[in-house]
Structure formats: C-alpha cells, structure tokens
C-alpha cells in the first residue's frame, strides 16, 4: 500500500532488532507432517478456514499477467476437485492484501479480491463472489462497497454469520479521495452479505485507522461481533483496537488493546489476527513500540467486552505477520514470523490464557521478503494446520504442514 521510505526504513529497522528471551524452548520440526495440497504451478497468498469437519483452501495462481483464484475443501481425509472461482488480469494482487474465504455451515461459500477501478497504483474495489448451495449457484464479481470513488478498498475479514449470511469488514478509503489538503483518512466498515447476495447493515465502525494493516473478526455465541484492527490517533499511535456489537446495545466505540503506544510515521503493514471460542477471545499482534518488535497475545472472558495484560510470546527479533487459533476457553495457538541469525522461521506456540506457554515449534524455514505472505493456521478437529508461501526465485509455491494438537 501507499509506504513511504521513511516507513519501509522503519521497518527494516524494526526487523534487526533483537530481545531474545531465555524461558522458552524451540523444538525440532520432527513433529509436524507434510501435507500434500492441490495447488499447483505458480502459486501464493494461502488462506485457511475450517468450518465443521471441513478445511477450506484458497490461493491465487499466476499465468502470465492472469491471477486465478481457486479453493478446494479438505475432508474426510482428501481433497475436493480445484473450484475456479474466478481469473482477471485487472486485479491488484498483494502480498499483504489477499483474497478472503469462508463458508456457513450449510456449504455457502463467499470469496474476495481486488480489482483494479483505475489506472491510479491504489485505486481497487473490493469483488466478491458468492456460491449459494441450496441453488448450486455462483454470483461473481460483484462489488461490496456502493461508494463509487476511485479509492482504496481492502483488507478484508469474512466469517459465517446468522442465517447462513456472511459479515464482512475491511478496509475503506472514500474518505482519502476528493477531500482538501491531501484527503481524508482511512476507515473502517461493515457490512452483512445474505445469500441472496444483497448486502446490507454497510456502517462505518472507525472514521481514522491505519492504512493498510489486516482487519480480523470474530461471533460470540449469541450472534455478538468483535472486530480488530490497527487503529491510528492524531499523534500518529498505531495500536490494535477492537469494536464490538451486541443485538441491546450496537456497535460500541473503538477499544485499545494493550496500550503499547507505537508511534509510526507510515503503516507497518503488520494487522492483527482474533479468534473466539464461546464467550472467549484471542487476539494477537505486532508491535515494535520503543523500537522492540514483539508478538503478543490477549484473552477475553467476556466476548471481548474485557481483556486482560498482554502476554509476550515471541523469542525476539520477530518480523510479526501473526495468526491465532483458539482450541479451547483457556488456550490458543499463535503463529508468527521470527529471525534467527540469517534464517527467517515460521513459528508457532500454544498459549493458555494464564500466561503458561507450550513449547515454541518451527514450522518452517521462510524468507523474510514481502513476497512470503502471511503465514496462516487453522484448526481442525484434532489437528492444527499451517499454509505459507514458499518463495524459489521467481517462482513461488504453497506448502501445509499439519500437527497433532496434542503435541503442542
């Protein structure tokens, strides 16, 4: 997104900090099991979601200047046939801002991608499309914002939601175009998509937050909505706030998480990721407040209403780009991206709510470049898996693992 070289300065800044802690122990990657996924040729920007007893996988492939968007579902020990979902040569792909995919439990499926609207570098729509599994029918290309302004639009978060709709949040940048002096700012939104494809409830959650950090979503047991994001003050504090909404009260106003007071002249592109189990959340992100990159996590009790201190996880010297998964009320699994002497490593750890860490588990070896992603993990079942893209030259594939949960 829009970076300015003071911020891309920061950030490798950032990256060769180190604040290595001694109380947890890495162990070898002998636990985790390679597993075999179908994408094939040029391949990237993975993205997992696990919905009942299946695992849903999408991922762009590239031909020429051609982005093809595809998922597969996982289940019963094997893989569906690839869905094309769409293909277009008009698209904005990006490392950090890539394609969405979840499912309701009675086999709808929603998608995301952007699609260029002008011939301006940041100036895409978010397009959506929609298999209904009742009809067995696939609405495609159809846009989510009803703005109109050749803007940014991204950053997208889906999660199933009541009556077989979806919920989705992302980024928005109408307010950044048109304006006096140089534009408004980014905003945050909204909105219901129901099966029918008609999208509704588009509200605007948070008038000022970072241009280009990962959004995340969770429900609660009763239909409640807690969405994160990297929020963005006057005096240029980037910290993870959250909004929530409940069917008495609305959506609340913007809540920081951790206070850690990051002051940052550009976006780290760096989001945070959120989970719920019940009336328990995880969240977990990246700061680098005080020029020390860490990876941290917070639970909540009480859909999200509350949380307590934040809990440091990683080993030191991370580069963030982090997931999170919970598997119980009291526990979660966190992914995230660490430097060890000139080795870049996927890692991965699970984490009670008191505080009390598991092991920290090497994933993968990576490449600390743009073009490895974001590393995702899902869990399902008795399993957690994890999708990263594996970067050879020009050329660029998928990988999944997939590990016993009780081995963390």
């Known amino acids: 997104m829009r970076i300015s070289i003071l911020c891309l300065v920061l950030l490798l800044l950032v990256s060769c900090k180190s604040d290595t802690k001694n109380n947890i122990q890495e162990v070898l990657t002998s636990k985790l099991q390679d597993f075999e996924n179908p994408s094939v040729g040029n391949s990237s920007l993975p993205r997992l979601f696990s919905s009942k007893n299946k695992l849903f996988f999408s991922w762009v492939e590239k031909k020429d200047t051609v982005s093809i968007l595809n998922y597969s579902i996982f289940e019963n020990e094997k893989w569906s046939s690839t869905e094309v979902v769409i293909s277009g040569s008009d698209w904005f792909t990006n490392w950090a801002d890539f394609p969405a995919i979840a499912s309701t439990p009675n086999g709808n499926v929603l998608t995301s991608f952007l699609q260029k609207s002008a011939n301006g570098t940041y ?21 989510l914002h009803n703005d109109g302004t050749k803007s940014e639009h991204g950053f997208v978060s889906i999660k199933p939601y009541t009556g077989n709709s979806f919920l989705v949040v992302w980024l928005d940048g ?37 241009d280009c950090c990962q959004t995340g979503v969770a429900i609660g047991p009763n239909d409640e909505i807690i969405a994160t994001y990297r929020d963005r003050s006057e005096d240029e504090i980037r910290d993870i706030s959250i909004v929530r909404w409940e069917q008495e009260k609305g959506w609340s106003k913007p809540q920081t998480i951790g206070n850690d007071t990051w002051k940052i002249p550009g976006c780290p592109v760096n989001g945070p990721s959120i989970d719920s189990f019940g009336n328990n959340v995880a969240v977990a992100w990246f700061t680098a407040a005080d020029d020390a990159p860490k990876v941290q996590i917070a639970f909540s009790q009480d859909i999200g209403l509350t949380f307590g201190l934040p809990i440091r996880i990683d080993g030191g010297n991370t580069l963030g780009r982090v997931d999170v998964a919970m598997v119980s009320d009291t526990s979660a699994i966190v992914s995230w991206m660490e430097n060890k002497g000139d080795e870049t490593l996927i890692q991965m750890m699970k984490i009670e709510n008191n505080g009390s860490m598991g092991s920290t588990i090497t994933v993968s070896k990576t490449s600390a470049e743009r073009a490895s992603g974001f590393p995702q993990l899902e869990v399902l079942g008795d399993k957690v898996f994890v999708a990263w893209t594996d970067v050879q030259g020009e050329i660029s594939s998928i990988k999944t693992s997939e590990l016993a949960l009780d081995s963390l």
Do not use: P, S, W
Request: with cysteine.
């Open 123 to 143: 100036t895409y729509d978010v397009k959506l499309n929609l298999y209904n599994a009742e009809k067995g029918t696939l609405k495609k290309n159809f846009i």
């Open 174 to 210: 109408r307010e950044t175009v048109g304006k006096e002096h140089g534009g408004g700012q980014m905003t945050l939104r909204g909105a219901i998509v129901f099966e029918d494809g008609t999208i509704e409830y588009d509200t605007l959650l948070d008038d000022r937050i970072c």
